[in-house]
């Protein structure tokens, strides 16, 4: 049995795109993760970042792995349908938490994220992966942006730091560049999205955003889950998030204690 909010389309559309619209998917939980945003800019964690050089306008601050120690995103994790239509799509048994990542653009901020694909940066690798992008206040033009298809490309991108456009790791070798989607006629997926709606995307899928030339906010809640085919992997370097000290080994499946799974069937 789907969840109400996913249709076999919605599950077609993941699987062969990379990419789908959920709408409403933390329609209840809006003002919940509007406060941890508030919590979370007021007190941030250790991988907080400023991506603006000086002289840019406006702010563009990110954090991640914090939802342990900020309640309300704890209670969306686990009180959300974000399990249940993460299972969906995934085609997974079970859902694992990887874990969460505040994005917040004010108005102004011309810098756009740039291309880039989840999945180089992170020490997980499988089909059955999933990011929920989901924006605290109205989009319309700074909105996420996906390429459809790019999960099933035969060689990963680059990874960069985004405020120093360094390459993430020293072996450039085994990553393609950076693409110009729009300059190489690509097909890009974006909506026009209300508050709690969520594009759903493979850590495969090659994404960016727009900057914020708006009057108002751009926050964004993103939340990563694992399925029944994510094992750990080494990287040629410390990833991002780094999570040191975890003690695993290629092909183990991610601690439980660390990464709690929040579904299984």
């Known amino acids: 049995m789907l969840h109400p909010l996913i249709t076999q389309e919605h599950i077609d559309s993941y699987q062969r795109d ?8 933390f329609r209840d939980h809006v003002e919940a993760l509007r406060q941890g945003v508030e919590t979370n800019m007021a007190e941030p964690g250790e991988y907080a970042a400023e991506n603006l050089k000086a002289g840019e306008g406006g702010r563009f ?4 792995c914090n939802w342990q120690r900020i309640p309300e995103f704890e209670e969306v994790i686990r009180a959300s349908p974000a399990a ?5 799509l995934m085609q997974s048994k079970t859902v694992q938490v990887f874990h969460e990542h505040v994005l917040v653009k004010e108005p102004g901020t011309s810098k756009p994220t740039p291309w880039h694909q989840d999945s180089p940066y992170y020490f997980v690798e499988g089909e059955q992966t999933i990011s929920f992008w989901s924006p605290l206040d109205p989009v319309r033009e700074a909105s996420l942006r996906c390429v459809a298809g790019s999960h099933r490309w035969e060689k990963p991108v680059l990874p960069t730091r985004w405020l120093s456009e360094s390459n993430f790791y020293p072996d450039a070798d085994a990553y393609m560049p950076v693409p110009d989607p729009d300059a190489e006629g690509m097909a890009i997926m974006e909506w026009e999205m ?3 709606d969520a594009v ?4 495969k899928t090659l994404h960016g955003a727009r900057g914020n030339q708006t009057h108002t ?3 964004a809640f993103s939340l990563r889950l694992l399925g029944d085919d994510a094992r750990y992997v080494e990287r040629p370097g410390r990833t991002s ?7 695993l080994k290629p092909g183990d499946r991610l601690r439980e204690d660390w990464f709690p799974i929040i579904l299984r069937r």
């Open 61 to 64: 601050f990110d954090d991640y």
């Open 194 to 196: 209300e508050p709690g």
């Open 84 to 88: 249940s239509v993460a299972a969906d």
């Open 200 to 203: 759903a995307f493979n850590y």
């Open 217 to 219: 906010r751009r926050r």
């Open 241 to 247: 998030p780094p999570f040191p000290g975890h003690g």
């Open 18 to 25: 990379g990419v789908v619209l959920v709408k409403g998917l």
